[in-house]
């Protein structure tokens, strides 16, 4: 599960393109392709609907050959079949495990809390990043101290409700300021393709551990390795740090 730019068709060993996405036509590959053009050289405004389009084939286009497309940023992954699209009348993110005061937060809820905005690079196991990306949302230690963290806690789980994907943290990564419980990329509603309405963001750390679709925070006495971490990639995936396969994608 991951939204990444990648330099090959295929997705990486584990990962699937989207079975329900269609393949983009040769008009419409060309035609995006100007547009793409254009974009690129009057930028501005206009960059940005060309490369918000860009977005919407590339989700759909299990060929990888959008990734081609000027104004292409970010390449979409799942490691399900199909992830159903939430909102504030159906999302839900539950708080448990080791904790004082187990909470339930609609969107709403987490917006009323104290908002943290960022701008990071985007970084990639694999090499590549997008820089300068804008995240808001709420810091995940202000979470955990509102439900109160028990003193044997060690560690947080991370699900996903796509149903399948899992991440992980020490209570001492989970701390840090610059990780966030994010409801915004790029200065707009986390989307859905991006992991919305509320991902994951550990900004000192490689992607793959900015967990998508975030829909529970367990607290626990001992660090789970997730999804790919079960798979071989690191578990402490700081950047510049990492001894994680090269190939690991990113979430």
């Not at 584990?14 to 393949?23: H, I, K, T, V």
């Not at 081609?68 to 993110?93: H, K, S, W």
């Not at 399948?164 to 966030?180: F, K, M, N």
Request: glycine share 10%.
């Amino acid at each position: 599960m991951s939204d990444s730019r990648s330099k090959v068709p295929s997705a990486p060993p584990g990962l699937e393109a989207d079975p329900s996405g269609a393949p983009v036509g040769r008009r419409v590959l060309l035609g995006m392709l100007g547009l793409g053009a254009v974009g690129v050289t009057a930028g501005g405004p206009i960059q940005n609907v060309v490369a918000k389009g860009v977005d919407s084939v590339a989700q759909k286009d299990p060929t990888g050959l959008s990734d081609l497309l000027p104004g292409n940023r970010f390449r979409y992954y799942t490691v399900t079949a199909d992830t159903p699209e939430q909102d504030e009348t159906t999302y839900r993110l539950r708080i448990g495990g080791m904790v004082d005061k187990p909470m339930t937060y609609r969107l709403s809820d987490l917006a009323a809390m104290p908002q943290t905005r960022l701008v990071r690079d985007v970084q990639c196991v694999t090499g590549w990043r997008v820089p300068k990306t804008p995240f808001a949302g709420v810091r995940l230690s202000t979470i955990l101290d509102a439900v109160g963290v028990s003193p044997n806690a060690k560690a947080i789980r991370f699900d996903c409700f796509d149903g399948a994907y899992t991440e992980s943290l020490t209570i001492e990564q989970a701390r840090h300021p610059e990780v966030l419980v994010a409801t915004s990329m790029e200065n707009k509603p986390v989307t859905h393709a991006h992991g919305g309405p509320v991902r994951l963001y550990v900004a000192p750390m490689y992607f793959y551990k900015s967990a998508k679709w975030l829909s529970g925070i367990t607290v626990t006495d001992k660090v789970m390795p997730g999804y790919w971490e079960l798979r071989g990639y690191d578990v402490d995936a700081w950047v510049g740090r990492s001894n994680g396969r090269s190939d690991a994608p990113t979430v």
